[in-house]
């Protein structure tokens, strides 16, 4: 039981297939990552392929994204819906056990109808996810521009999003824990510590600029112990809580790094290698 | 199967008892009441004694009130909800099957955040009541003047309310319909009559003064063919919907009517009489 | 609303493609037809023309058969409910609202431990099928031969699949109903007559021979109007409900009927119209 | 985050009102105890007091007992299940986020719907103790001897009783361990370890007899340590779970033991000392 380390395609650059992606986290030290096309990737190579391509490398899919816009109309969702069981099936197949989604924090829609629309759709996606094993994770998002970017304010709390779990209802769902609107939200470390383990779906890790929090931009984000994030004080809080499985990087900038896939990893890497010694871990 | 007549205590002045209720609705010719305090009559007067005054009447229990504030603090919820399985025992063993509530078109509160706690509270209010084969209905509350009473809208439309049924997810759900909410929502009667019989649990019957429909209030309610809304078209479209229950008057006003019960009953059941007729039932 | 008259392909022989199919239950008088490939018809023939015929002929797809193998292995209904969903959508853009599967009386599996994984994956399939707007109707059977063919007996009355629903706790699970299972069964018409209408999802007629009811074979069935069961008084007690849909014959067989369709069709409708008429429909 | 060592009444002769049993437990060293009546003691001494005694000692509530028959009638049912909200509730105000609830292996009824009643009513249960922020365990009950003493075989493993977890569907359901079902049942300390902590509500030890497996029975436990089951093996499984909580004892003896209380919690402590040491806790 421990936290591992995990990376997402977002600031690595172009690191190609899956199975180069894969094998490049190998290389530099990473334990899982995170993927969007499992689905592709059993229908192009086979799954014995991927399976084999895993374990000579002992990197684990940390979670898959949900291919389902829950976000937009009634028939895109339901259009969208055909495809998750056999996403699904290939995420499990390759011993995939997480599938996320985020949450932004404000909509042009009334909020309170989009909230029951939005329930009812999470909790169907759940209950599918949930017949392969799959957890199901939601991830709140803190920056403070997104909250008046639409409309009307949704949720972006820690708190919302546990009391919007509850009302979704379903034993599989839980939260994605991003140290990036941990930090934009004003959270302590306390507050994550006293979450239990079982309502930490995934977690990931991301660093901000020094400008004020208010300032910092969902799409201005930074290596792991390039900002100023307390970003020892949050893994220590995770591990607090019991929490066991990947802590994933997803560097989200204004735009793609130009710098080679391999440049982008060590730099990765060590960014890993501070915050994780710093926490002790 | 039909459409039976019923009243609530709003409009009706001093009824006293919910034996002597009961026993005046007999006598003006409805069919059903609406009590909110089942428990304190099985309590004071014995479950038999209740029993008789229904059978011999042949009145039935339309409708209980919920009586759980959910709209407040989780403390307030809790501490409501230890009464709620006693009280649906009660209301079931007097042979009623419905409990309502009211949800107001705004809220102080995020508007999101608050859709989340109520679905998870109604929900679990649902499964209580579900518990004692007893159904639970959602009213929307239409009048314009309320939808800006608090800082936030919420939820007024038929069709939002719809959706929030599918998002509270459970079998006992349904529809409390008024024919002011109604109205004052702009409704037509075709799509009332698009609803399934199983989609309405309860229905209430209100007429409103000849304003224009945007200061129609909620507390200036008339008695059914004393307005202007269309109740004959409202009560063919439930009769198209093959809804089958009670259709009970609640004439809320700024302040309560003074006349005698005998007087206000005889004027509520000359206004069924008219509507019921022109309805053709 | 009204009772209308069904088939499914079970009894008529070759009724060949499902655009044959339909057009010759409408040529014989039948407003609706159960189909098991609706998702094969749609990406075969198009959309469009599907609607087209259905559109010409008026008739109706009164319900699909589930695509998901829930009896057997867990893998089985993992590999099975990835086409659920694609097919729930065909169904819904042909307008149809309905899917049925039957429960066999009896199993080879420890009962009480099926009967745990059966309720969690009849959910799973009813959550899907719920988010494209179809009802789910489990079909209990009751010809005694079949409660002794397993090891263990399960569940084959209407209380215990009314009970097993409340179970499954999904807003869209209800019964089938079919005459042969209300005969094999003993059930009274009053029985029947005091089921909501919303407990019904869909309804099957077929008649039984003239044999101890005991000896009643579930593939030994006749067409309506020929056999022993009082389908009138069945019909009857379905009005009562307030039901409102196809009932529809499925004629099960020890070999199939190698008269020509036509006949058979012919033969059907005859006897649908003795029974209708016995019914005063 | 560790296991923590609890009492149960059983196996302690007279520990007399909850107050001395908690000091009592503190006494000996243990941290925790499970209720049976915590409603009664709040309503009897106050909360205040009670809480008091709890934290002078620092003993917690390990778990209070389900006060609902759910194996019983549908009245039964009904009429207990006007309790449980107010007794979750006093005991969440005392800090308990525990209720357990046993499971007999076999049954008179017919296994599969009594299954379906069970799966229904222990939702409900579920989704009302939830309200309080109370988690629910299921024990599954091992002895040979108690799976033929009733005419049906129900549930007594670990994987059906996961898989019925799965059907009952809510958040908070869970198990509740017992070293004795865990050493009737013939399972391995791997399988157990298999467990994620999650799925795990609360644990009871119990030692054995040095009779064949098949006659051990259910009343006839020895104090932990003191027979043949390898609750050190057991301890460290848990432990590799992640599981944090207490390891209740719970002593069902032919006959009450007669020694006084302090002697029979000395021989319990004593059988604590002896099994957390050599699972080297």
Known sequence: MALTRGLTRMGLGDVGSNERFV???REYGFQAVDLNDVLGWVEAEGKETALAVLAETGVAIGSIGLPVEWRSTEERFRSDLTKLAATAAAA????????????LPATDLNAAHFMALATRRLRTCADILGAYGIRFGLEYVGPHHLRTRW???FVWTLDQTNDWIDAIGAPN?????????WYTTGQTADELAALRADQIVHVHINDAPDVPVEEALDNGRLYPGEGVIDLPAFLQALQRTGYSG??????????????????LLSRSKAGFDKVFAAAGL
Chains 1, 2, 3, 4 share one sequence.
């Open 246 to 263: 990947p802590i994933s990087q997803e560097i989200l900038t204004q735009s793609p790094p130009t710098a080679p896939a391999e440049e």
């Open 173 to 181: 769902v839980g939260l994605l824990l991003d140290s990036y609107h």
């Open 151 to 153: 409309a009307n304010p």
């Open 92 to 103: 499990a197949e390759l011993g995939c056990t997480r599938c996320c989604t985020y949450v």
């Open 23 to 25: 094998k490049l986290a």
